[in-house]
C-alpha cells in the first residue's frame, strides 16, 4: 500500500507558555502543502524500514517504526510490516518530514488491519509519537492548540502559492524550545489568522504571520536571516520561518515569481520548492 506523506506549514506558531510536564501549550495555524514523502508498506515477517537516505536511523527512534510498534502494542497486532520510505521532505526543517511519515503509517495500518479508529483515538495515538503527528494524520487546515491534539478544522479556498527555502543547516525542535526565553517572545495572534483564512483575506493572511520562535531559530542559524532578506528583497508578500525552521516561505500569488527567486536560491545552494496548500 502506498501512502503519500504531506509537509505542513505554520502560518502561525504561538508558544503560549510552558507546562509544569516539560511540554508547552500552543497555538498554531497550519496547512498541508501537495509536497510530500512516500510511504509504501507491505506485510512481512520482520518490520523494516528502507530509506533513500543514509543520514536517517532506520532503528526503534525513527518516527515510522515507533508509530508501529505504538499500534502493535496497542490493538494487539501481531502482523510485521515492511516498510520503504522515499524522503522529500528535508529534516529539521519545520515543515514536519518525521510526523508526516509516521502519520501515514498510522492510516496504512488502520486501513490494512480494519481498525477503523476514531478520529479521537488516532488523535491520542499520533500525540504519544510527535506533536504534530495528529495534524499529519487528517491533513486538514487547522487551528491546532495544546500540545498539538486539539483540533479545529478550517474551511478556506486559497489562490496563493509558496516557495519554500532551507540552508544546509538545521535546527533541533527541541534545542529551540529550550532556548526560548519567556520575558521576551513574540505571541502572533492566530485566531486572527484563522479568521483571515475562513473570510480568504489574503492582506490578512499575510498581515497576521508570525512565529514565536523565529527569533531563537535565528539566532542558531544566521542563514535564516538571509533567507528571509532575500525573498522580501524579491517581492514576496509575506516571508516566515516554518515551525521551528529551518525552513524559511515566502506567500505570494505570483507562479513567475516562485520560480525565478527558487531558482536564484537554489544557485545559492539551498533546497528549494514551490509547494500549494492544500484544500
Not at 529539521?92 to 503509517?105: E, H, Y
Request: negative net charge; charged residues 25%.
Amino acid at each position: 500500500m502506498i501512502e503519500k506523506a504531506y509537509a505542513k506549514i505554520n502560518l502561525c506558531l504561538d508558544v503560549i507558555r510552558r507546562r509544569e510536564d516539560g511540554y508547552h501549550d500552543l497555538r498554531m495555524v497550519m496547512v498541508p502543502v501537495n509536497f510530500y514523502d512516500l510511504l509504501t508498506v507491505e506485510k512481512s515477517d520482520k518490520t523494516s524500514l528502507t530509506l533513500n537516505r543514509s543520514y536517517i536511523p532506520v532503528n526503534e527512534k525513527n518516527t515510522v517504526i515507533k508509530a508501529i510498534r505504538l499500534m502493535q502494542e496497542r490493538y494487539g497486532i501481531t502482523s510485521e510490516y515492511a516498510c520503504t520510505l522515499k524522503k522529500q521532505i528535508p529534516t529539521q526543517a519545520g515543515l514536519a518530514g518525521g510526523s508526516a511519515d509516521a502519520a501515514a503509517v498510522i492510516r496504512v495500518i488502520d486501513r490494512m488491519e480494519g481498525l477503523h479508529l476514531s478520529r479521537e483515538e488516532l488523535i491520542d495515538l499520533g500525540k504519544q509519537v510527535g506533536a504534530d503527528v495528529p495534524f499529519c494524520i487528517f491533513n486538514e487546515p487547522s487551528l491546532v492548540e495544546g500540545i498539538g491534539d486539539i483540533l479545529t478544522p478550517i474551511s478556506w479556498d486559497p489562490d496563493f502559492m509558496f516557495l519554500l527555502v532551507k540552508p544546509r543547516a538545521g535546527v533541533s525542535t527541541s534545542a529551540a524550545f529550550k532556548a526560548l526565553d519567556f520575558n521576551d517572545i513574540v505571541h502572533p495572534d492566530c485566531l486572527k489568522m484563522v479568521e483571515a483564512l475562513r473570510s480568504n483575506d489574503y492582506e490578512g493572511i499575510v498581515g497576521s504571520l508570525g512565529n514565536s520562535l523565529e527569533k531563537v531559530s535565528l539566532e542558531m542559524v544566521r542563514e535564516i536571516r538571509e533567507i528571509k532578506e532575500d525573498l522580501e528583497y524579491y517581492g514576496f508578500d509575506g516571508v516566515l520561518m516554518s515551525g521551528s525552521g529551518s525552513t524559511v516561505f515566502g506567500i505570494t500569488k505570483s507562479e513567475r515569481l516562485a520560480r525565478e527567486a527558487g531558482q536564484i536560491m537554489r544557485n545559492k545552494g539551498y533546497f528549494t520548492r514551490t509547494a500549494r496548500p492544500l484544500r
